[in-house]
């Protein structure tokens, strides 16, 4: 009778084990992109492990030409946009969210913006990022103070 208390009990430890590593998030690897979708278009970003994500990539719903990039996919907060994310997409409108401090080389050139917010969070702007898209067309901009 003892033993068969003995398996029962070890049995539903198991079967408990086995029910909360149900709940635990899958591990997440930088080399692997994970995807987020929205309205505008299909992001792809990397998870940087402290709370905060990285945008790698946009691929815009056709006719899309003005867009709010997340400020949070799946919990993580957007800070970077990586290198060539939204390079030529045919946007007319940016808008760039708060948590941003980081835009990558290229992540918006040969786009005909009209419209551009940068956040004051922003401390490093790469190399060409804005290159061919401004091209005498930009009407309204908010830059940080």
């Known amino acids: 009778m003892k033993r068969k208390r003995k398996l029962s009990k070890i049995a539903a430890i198991f079967m408990i084990t086995a029910m909360l590593m149900q709940l635990l998030p899958a591990a997440v690897y930088a080399d692997d992109p994970l995807t987020y979708i929205d309205g505008s278009g299909t992001y792809e970003y990397e998870n940087n492990g402290d709370g905060t994500a990285t945008i790698t990539y946009f691929a815009p719903v056709a006719g899309v030409t003005e867009i709010t990039v997340p400020d949070a996919v799946y919990g993580l ?69």
């Open 77 to 145: 907060d957007v800070t970077v946009i990586g290198d060539y994310v939204f390079y030529s997409k045919g946007l007319n409108s940016i808008t760039i969210p708060a948590r941003v401090e980081e835009i990558g080389e290229y992540s918006f050139a040969e786009n005909n913006l009209t419209s551009l917010t940068i956040p004051h969070g922003v401390t490093s702007i790469g190399e060409g990022a804005f290159c061919s898209s401004v091209n005498g067309h930009l009407i309204q901009t908010s830059l940080p103070k």
